[in-house]
């Protein structure tokens, strides 16, 4: 079986303990800079800060919703946070670097997640990247205006 890649990166002008800060919050921070259009619903089911939340999240893309559990961890604490799905399903890495000596930083959004086979699979890899990279611009964006309002 193979693996769909989609990655959005952008320069955020915020410092990377204030982004971070931002994604680990999964109770208030984290939902606000989510686009509505796609993320309709984000659940805390255990924890809320990084690592150890569990989180429950209805997207809607093309028309579909898709429930999903995803559990938090952060495998480089203040740059590295991961949301997996416990299947080993998707897998989605936020990676911050500092610029400007930490007064900015640049965010990647990816995914990686498992294709189906046969026909399915092949139309999932032509779909999927490209949609993908919308949400994450969309998510960026929204990071973005969060952060001159705060």
Do not use: N
């Amino acid at each position: 079986m193979s693996t769909i890649h989609a990655e959005e990166s952008r320069e955020i002008d915020a410092s990377p303990q204030q982004v971070y800060a931002i994604l680990r919050d999964y109770r208030v921070q984290h939902p606000a800079i989510l686009p509505r259009e796609y993320f309709k619903e984000v659940l805390v089911k255990e924890g809320g800060e990084g690592a150890g939340t569990v989180i429950q999240i209805t997207m809607s893309l093309l028309g579909t919703q898709r429930v999903s559990v995803q559990t938090v961890s952060e495998p480089e604490p203040g740059r590295v946070l991961v949301e997996a799905e416990p299947d080993g399903g998707a897998v989605t890495t936020f990676v911050l670097e500092a610029l400007d000596g930490g007064r900015r930083s640049h965010l990647t959004i990816a995914t990686d997640v498992k294709a189906s086979p046969g026909v399915q699979g092949f139309i999932e890899r032509l779909v999927t990247p490209p949609l993908l990279r919308r949400v994450y611009r969309a998510e960026l964006e929204q990071l973005a205006q969060y952060v001159k309002g705060k």
